[in-house]
């Protein structure tokens, strides 16, 4: 009898089905649009704070590629983000999403590389935040996503790379630090809030509301108070115009919502190099207008202050400060020994001319690493200005690269410069010799 009660099927028992967590790659522009929060001065020190009109709904995580361990990083903090805000919608570089996706029980979004998707375009128009987990160069990366938008949204960044000066924050911080990011101004902008998304369940596409319990109301209670909104660093870019003896724009593209249409935005520096040509190069240099000189070198590296500890440092540039409005001009290996490197304002017009006495006729152009070669010869000419970050008219802050830098809990009145930490502690600035790092 006990055999027959185990074999046979009983009457109460039901077979549910299960369907697969969705693992889907989603197109950007189901998304909604980007909001553009606003950046207010502070009476302590020289830092903005961060205010959102609306709680974030998009964010971009970038990566180093190549990295098992940073990939790993990268699932745990998207299923951090997804569980604690549902409501954020998780945008990745089509490499990444088609990496991890399979990882994620739910929907990822990203771009298309066609012209056809108009991606450049798209992510400047639905990303709100940009997090990247890698060293400087994703960073840079990062910003070149948005090299011809006249403005990038905030950028909360980790370091894991091999230097990582411009990193604020460490991974283990995470937590925290998208915290601070996302309740950002949240006490009074966050008192009634539409908590709807259309990706709210990780099965199906869901068009309901969040209920309070379980969504904003214990979100809300993790803000840190009106003084502990997240500070953000303005860098200032440049804005870089390639030109063909014929006076044709050789980069970017033809048509763009910038203001300035076609100019390419960059965060470190604008490079003209020999190449592999194994002679000097002649490049006539205009200052506002005006022939400063005729420079015989390798080249010539104008970048920002922000730039000025890349390659501008390696070649005997100055360290500027990022907070200095500022470009510099930088010699690569000049002929002459009196040539030194030059600290101009940023509203001050840089043109850079292919002479027609070089003996090779054409040079390499690059702008934040990416290279330009294609026309690029004798009478080329590349033209560089500053990046305005500030509206003369309405006073606001619009432009720069917003890069969200790491507090220290207690001192936030107080003045901290992490600049000055980053070139001991990095750098290792003025270190003795002989004596342990």
Wanted: hydrophobic letters at 35%.
């Amino acid at each position: 009898m006990k055999s027959f009660v185990r074999s046979r099927d009983l009457p109460w028992r039901r077979c549910f089905s299960h369907s697969a967590t969705r693992r889907d790659i989603k197109s950007i522009s189901e998304l909604p649009d980007r909001i553009l929060p606003s950046y207010q001065e502070t009476r302590q020190n020289d830092l903005l704070c961060l205010q959102w009109p609306s709680p974030p709904r998009n964010v971009l995580l970038t990566k180093k590629n190549n990295t098992p361990g940073i990939t790993e990083s990268l699932i745990e903090y998207a299923q951090h983000i997804h569980s604690t805000y549902p409501s954020m919608n998780m945008i990745l570089e089509p490499h990444a999403a088609e990496e991890v996706h399979s990882q994620l029980p739910f929907p990822i979004f990203t771009t298309n590389d066609t012209a056809h998707d108009r991606a450049p375009t798209l992510l400047s128009h639905k990303t709100d935040l940009i997090s990247t987990l890698g060293g400087d160069g994703t960073i840079l990366r990062a910003s070149a996503l948005f090299a011809h938008a006249p403005t990038v949204p905030p950028i909360l960044s980790f370091g894991m790379g091999t230097l990582g000066f411009l990193g604020e924050w460490k991974f283990r911080e995470y937590k925290r630090a998208f915290r601070e990011v996302y309740m950002s101004g949240a006490s009074d902008a966050y008192a009634s809030i539409d908590c709807t998304s259309p990706y709210l369940s990780s099965g199906t596409a869901l068009a309901t509301e969040i209920s309070p319990p379980t969504s904003y109301a214990s979100i809300r209670g993790k803000s840190m108070g009106k003084t502990r909104n997240a500070r953000i660093l303005l860098r200032n870019r440049l804005r870089v115009g390639v030109f063909s003896p014929s006076g044709s724009r050789i980069n970017g593209p033809s048509t763009s919502s910038s203001p300035n249409p076609g100019d390419t935005y960059a965060l470190n520096e604008v490079i003209v190099h020999r190449g592999s040509s194994p002679h000097l190069k002649i490049l006539e240099i205009y200052v506002g207008g005006r022939l400063l000189t005729e420079a015989v070198a390798d080249g010539m590296i104008i970048s920002s202050p922000t730039g000025s500890t890349a390659y501008s440092l390696s070649s005997g540039g100055s360290i500027v400060h990022p907070l200095v409005s500022s470009l510099l001009l930088t010699p690569i290996c000049p002929r002459s020994l009196s040539f030194r490197p030059l600290v101009l304002p940023a509203n001050t017009p840089i043109t850079l001319r292919l002479s027609e006495k070089n003996r090779g006729r054409e040079v390499e152009v690059s702008i934040d690493g990416v290279r330009i070669s294609k026309g690029v010869g004798v009478g080329m000419e590349v033209r560089v200005l500053g990046e305005e970050i500030r509206d003369r008219r309405t006073g606001e802050w619009c432009g720069g690269v917003p890069s969200i830098v790491r507090g220290v809990v207690g001192t936030e009145e107080k003045e901290e410069d992490h600049w000055v930490g980053g070139l001991n502690a990095l750098l290792k600035f003025n270190y003795p010799f002989g004596e342990e790092v």
